[in-house]
T-cell receptor, first 113, second 110 residues
Framework: EPEVTQTPSHQVTQMGQEVILRCVPI?????FYWYRQILGQKVEFLVS????????KSEIFDDQFSVERPDGSNFTLKIRSTKLEDSAMYFC???????????FGSGTRLTVV | QKEVEQNSGPLSVPEGAIASLNCTYS??????FFWYRQYSGKSPELIMF????GDKEDGRFTAQLNKASQYVSLLIRDSQPSDSATYLC??????????FGKGTRLSVIA
């Protein structure tokens, strides 16, 4: 079964450092998403990406965050200057179409110290 | 603000029983409804989706939707210890992203 691949699986970074989280979507999926889940809390939407541009973003997705698809296959989330409260599990998800469910990657656990 | 509400649980059922998980949502424009299973420390895994009022069955799982009451449920028949997980209800309206509830933790006791 096709998978969404995320790297790294775990990243520890110092506060104020930049991190880049990477995702390889399922090849025929057109819609890409980043969600995050703080420990013990719900899965929260960050940003959606379609046709090489952001289609929607949440209040969480401020100027410290950016997304891009640098080479037509990878999909990345960059956090420019990490804060302690950015510590969470970050999930990449992809979908075939607007009304379909999403397939989630295995996640990147980001720990900011 | 679009809200999806679930009882956090834990819901404990004996092995072989029916587990009933419930979810309400606030956005009347919601059109697509999904149930995900999330094991501790893992990513959400899609198990069911439903678009129309009524019931939809897939193996031991049945999703039920009542748009008038803004209510969606998941029944798990013949519950197994391996079904022990957190079940996430997620709701979608048109092209907007999935909105998740906080999830209900299910514990199936052998």
């Amino acid at each position: 079964e096709p998978e969404v691949t995320q790297t790294p699986s775990h990243q520890v970074t110092q506060m104020g450092q930049e991190v880049i989280l990477r995702c390889v979507p399922i090849s025929n999926h057109l819609y890409f998403y980043w969600y995050r889940q703080i420990l013990g809390q719900k899965v929260e939407f960050l940003v959606s990406f379609y046709n090489n541009e952001i289609s929607e973003k949440s209040e969480i997705f401020d100027d410290q965050f950016s997304v891009e698809r640098p080479d037509g296959s990878n999909f990345t989330l960059k956090i420019r200057s990490t804060k302690l409260e950015d510590s969470a599990m970050y999930f990449c998800a992809t979908g075939q179409g607007a009304n379909y469910g999403y397939t989630f990657g295995s996640g990147t656990r980001l720990t900011v110290v | 603000q679009k809200e999806v509400e679930q009882n956090s649980g834990p819901l404990s059922v004996p092995e072989g029983a029916i587990a009933s998980l419930n979810c309400t949502y606030s956005d009347r424009g919601s059109q697509s409804f999904f149930w995900y299973r999330q094991y501790s420390g893992k990513s959400p895994e899609l198990i069911m989706f439903i678009y129309s009022n009524g019931d939809k069955e897939d193996g031991r799982f049945t999703a039920q939707l009542n748009k008038a009451s803004q209510y969606v449920s998941l029944l798990i028949r013949d519950s197994q210890p391996s079904d022990s997980a957190t079940y996430l209800c997620a709701v979608k309206a048109g092209n907007t992203p999935l909105v998740f509830g906080k999830g209900t933790r299910l514990s199936v006791i052998a």
